[in-house]
């Protein structure tokens, strides 16, 4: 029995939150007196998942994993925990983990928790910490099915070296290919995402117009910081919608939120 854990990567390299996720999964198994494997999808050096406690790795490569496709990596991960007999499941909360960890729980018939922010209470029963309502309140939920899935906040738990093995051997799960085909995918190259973004420069309307912006974006591009903004801002056309954070936008986990021009509750 191990505890699975799920790694992000993009452009084979594993992003921070897959060392966070393993971090994480490395302090559960350390409660259970278990191991932990993680499942590795067209990432990077697996060795580095090593650094922060996987002690085995599953790679898996091959055209059905080519792009983020959330029914063919729920299966892929499924098969995983089920040939690694776990009962615990770690995932993070970015946007592409929210959209597979309900079809993961599906497949293998698990309770599932979102936005965890620290490790379980209690393994036995199990029970663990979220932020609810908009991350303005937190509850204490039992999952108590027979396997679990975690879904660990960003920047909840941090990064913590805990050197293991990370023994890799390759794994080649049977998907499904469920009629849903990812064509294209377009992203943004030349700036920081608010998604990854360790720091986020957001401005409001005290700016007084979208010819003002540039003190922020000159800000942003200082710090290697993502800009976002408000919702009336976004509302007048100020600027697009996809950099609207807050309740109705785009959820922010920085370690640094700089806030130019906003009134309003934080």
Not at 61 to 68: I, P, Q
Not at 192 to 218: F, H, Q, Y
Not at 238 to 247: K, L, T
Request: hydrophobic residues 40%; negative net charge.
């Amino acid at each position: 029995m191990s505890v699975v854990v799920y790694t992000e990567s993009e452009n084979g390299s594993f992003k921070k939150i897959a060392f966070e996720a393993v971090s994480f999964a490395k302090g559960i198994a350390d409660e259970m007196g278990t191991t932990v494997t993680a499942v590795s999808i067209d990432g990077g050096n697996t060795s580095e998942l090593g650094t922060y406690g996987a002690d085995k790795v599953l790679e898996v490569s091959g055209d059905d994993f080519s792009k983020f496709n959330a029914s063919n990596y729920a299966e892929a991960v499924a098969q995983a925990a089920k040939a690694e007999d776990a009962k615990v499941v770690v995932v993070s909360s970015s946007a592409n983990s929210k959209y597979m960890a309900p079809l993961l729980a599906v497949h293998m018939e698990a309770g599932y928790v979102p936005n965890v922010t620290e490790l379980p209470e209690s393994v036995s029963p199990f029970k663990v910490k979220h932020s609810v309502f908009t991350n303005k309140a937190f509850s204490i939920t039992e999952i108590s099915t027979d396997v679990k899935i975690v879904g660990l906040a960003k920047n909840a738990y941090g990064l913590k070296e805990n050197s293991a093995a990370a023994a890799t051997e390759s794994f080649t799960p049977s998907v499904s290919n469920a009629g849903v085909d990812v064509v294209s995918v377009d992203k943004a190259t030349d700036k920081v995402t608010i998604a990854d973004a360790e720091v986020v420069v957001s401005g409001g309307r005290g700016l007084k117009g979208p010819e003002n912006w540039g003190m922020i974006e000159e800000l942003a591009e200082v710090l290697g910081a993502a800009t976002a903004c408000s919702k009336p801002v976004s509302d007048m056309g100020w600027r697009p919608h996809s950099e609207h954070v807050g309740q109705t936008g785009k959820p922010v986990a920085s370690n640094l939120y700089i806030a130019i021009g906003i009134s309003g509750a934080i």
